[in-house]
């Protein structure tokens, strides 16, 4: 089945740490930048971290620099989004996205047309 399916969300205390993993099935990985993005309650979507198709390039909004650092492995068509001084205020929906062109950098300019289905992440003080 054609899908990008996210995992390793869950509950975690502010402080703790989460790794989430978006994995592709079905569809070409390794040429596309990737994004993370999060939708918190009653809030819009908003970009988070995005990496180059290649992995030499990376991005980040400006809340979580220095706390999350994105990373990928084309041979496991996976992208992985490590986070660290997890605050209340990132409880959201983090969902994994692909770009809609090859050698693209993932970056939050970029436009992103195939999506996971998301992982809950709650931090909670």
């Known amino acids: 089945q054609v899908r990008l399916q996210e995992s390793g969300g869950g509950l975690v205390q502010a402080g703790g740490s989460l790794r989430l993993s978006c994995t592709a099935f079905?569809?070409?990985?390794?040429?596309?930048?990737m994004g993370w993005f999060r939708q918190g309650p009653g809030e819009d979507r908003e970009f988070v971290a995005g990496?180059?198709?290649?992995?030499?390039?990376?991005s980040y909004e400006d809340s979580v620099k220095g706390r999350f650092t994105i990373s990928r492995d084309n041979a496991k068509k996976t992208v992985y989004l490590q986070m660290n001084s997890l605050k209340p205020d990132d409880t959201a929906i983090y969902s994994c996205?692909?770009?809609?062109?090859?050698?693209?950098?993932?970056?939050?300019?970029?436009?992103?047309?195939?999506w996971g289905q998301g992982t809950q992440v709650t931090v909670f003080s």
């Open positions: 990496i180059q198709w290649s992995g030499g390039l990376t």
């Open positions: 996205a692909r770009e809609n062109q090859v050698y693209g950098t993932g970056s939050r300019s970029a436009v992103f047309n195939f």
């Open positions: 079905g569809i070409d990985f390794s040429r596309y930048g």
